[in-house]
């Protein structure tokens, strides 16, 4: 079940614009700056999470934030200096892209779904190895042998996680995103033209780069997309490095030697879904050993549960951002169209 839904959008393409070339605003050079200030300082905090990076729910939501947060600002960018035909190309580009988006935020919010009936079947664990009350004694074996049967139904599903289909595949999805930036923007930020194409560039980066991420942490898909930003963006050098330590990680979990999840919350689940295994298969008395493992996977499983619920939203709000970023650069296009009749 998807908790967004797209409709088909107009192509921007149907649209034209005058061909006059419009005159710099007079804060063009705050407009330009503030971008990439904004997007530095965002970039810095997403960075300092955690050192070395660790692939988490919790930085996963601050990545779609980051991705929200630099769509708005591109789409205030855009709305503060105007639409020309100048621009017309990389407008239409990111129209395009941001449909390619909304798909894979769709596939991404339905691996959350499948993982959310994952923690169901531990909460379900949970309740057959029920310690509350006074006096309370081991479970009975039947109740034992069924946990058993679940936790193991749980490290199959995980071990098994990359051979997931999708009606979109978010790995082609960005892959096409990817392809579709182009060559960087070279020279100087001499016109509207220029530094609209130059900042729907930074916006195609970003999303590559974090829907990428997301996408092969929760999917389990091969390595992401490696991107570079060059060095004449004053954030290049954050990013790359950033980008750099995140996919040598992803690459570390989900090829490396070590049986991983493929974000910390789900290897902390995975760890006391072993150990409360273990406690079963032991014949001697484990009723406190058992208790305890018991209650290691109860608070490992709330926070996996928090973590999407938190990622959830994210990626939900990355849909209306995006969408509403979308519908607004046509409406903006449109009142442009108009003027000039």
């Given at each position: 079940?998807?908790?967004?839904?797209?409709?088909?959008?107009?192509?921007?393409s149907?649209?034209r614009v005058?061909s006059?070339?419009?005159s710099?605003p007079k804060?063009?050079?705050?407009?330009?700056?503030?971008?990439?200030?904004n997007?530095?300082?965002r970039?810095?905090?997403?960075?300092?999470?955690s050192?070395p990076?660790?692939?988490?729910l919790?930085w996963?939501?601050?990545?779609?934030d980051?991705?929200?947060?630099?769509h708005?600002?591109a789409q205030?960018?855009?709305?503060?200096?105007g639409?020309?035909?100048s621009s017309?190309d990389s407008?239409?580009?990111?129209?395009?892209?941001?449909?390619?988006?909304?798909?894979?935020c769709?596939?991404i919010?339905?691996?959350?779904?499948?993982?959310?009936?994952r923690r169901?079947?531990?909460?379900?664990?949970?309740?057959?190895l029920?310690?509350?009350?006074e006096?309370?004694?081991?479970?009975?074996p039947?109740?034992l042998r069924?946990?058993?049967?679940c936790l193991s139904?749980?490290?199959n599903?995980?071990r098994?996680?990359?051979?997931?289909?999708f009606q979109?595949n978010?790995e082609?999805l960005?892959?096409?995103?990817?392809?579709?930036?182009?060559n960087?923007?070279?020279?100087?930020?001499?016109?509207?033209?220029?530094?609209i194409r130059?900042?729907?560039?930074?916006v195609g980066?970003?999303?590559v780069f974090v829907?990428g991420?997301?996408?092969?942490?929760?999917?389990?898909?091969?390595?992401?997309?490696?991107?570079?930003?060059p060095?004449?963006?004053?954030?290049?050098?954050?990013?790359?490095?950033?980008?750099s330590a995140?996919?040598e990680?992803?690459k570390r979990r989900?090829?490396g030697?070590?049986?991983?999840g493929?974000?910390r919350?789900m290897?902390d689940?995975?760890?006391?879904?072993?150990?409360?295994?273990?406690?079963?298969?032991?014949?001697?008395?484990?009723k406190e050993?058992?208790?305890?493992?018991?209650?290691e996977?109860?608070?490992a499983?709330?926070?996996?549960?928090?973590?999407?619920?938190?990622?959830?939203?994210?990626?939900?709000?990355?849909?209306?951002?995006?969408?509403?970023?979308?519908?607004?650069l046509?409406?903006?296009?449109?009142?442009?169209?108009?003027k000039h009749?």
């Open positions: 079940m998807y908790l967004t839904e797209i409709s088909h959008f107009p192509s921007f149907h649209f005058a006059s070339k419009p710099l804060n063009f050079d705050l407009i330009s700056r503030s971008f990439d200030e997007l530095l300082r970039l810095k905090t997403l960075n300092s999470t050192d990076p660790s692939i988490s919790s996963l939501s601050l990545a779609v980051f991705l929200s947060s630099t708005a600002e205030l960018l855009i709305s503060n200096l639409v020309s035909s017309e407008l239409a580009s990111y129209l395009d892209d941001a449909v390619k988006l909304l798909d894979a769709n596939s919010t339905l691996e959350i779904e499948r993982l959310r009936q169901l079947l531990i909460n379900f664990v949970l309740q057959l029920d310690f509350s009350g006096g309370a004694l081991v479970p009975a039947e109740k069924r946990a058993r049967d139904d749980w490290d599903y995980s098994g996680f990359s051979k997931r289909s979109n978010p082609v960005i892959r096409d995103l990817a392809v579709g930036l182009g960087a923007p070279r020279g100087k930020i001499s016109s509207v033209g220029k530094l130059r900042t729907i560039y930074a980066l970003v999303t829907a991420a997301v996408a092969s942490a929760l999917c389990g898909l091969p390595e992401p997309v490696r991107i570079r930003v060095a004449e963006f004053a954030w290049a050098d954050s990013f790359n490095d950033m980008e995140i996919s990680e992803l989900c090829f030697g070590e049986k991983k493929w974000f919350e290897d689940v995975g760890t006391r879904v072993k150990r409360v295994c273990d406690v079963i298969d032991d014949l001697v008395d484990r050993t058992l208790e305890t493992a018991v209650k996977l109860e608070t499983t709330e926070t996996f549960g928090e973590g999407l619920d938190r990622l959830s939203n994210g990626v939900n709000a990355v849909f209306d951002t995006v969408l509403c970023t979308r519908n607004g046509l409406d903006n296009f449109r009142g442009g169209l108009q009749k």
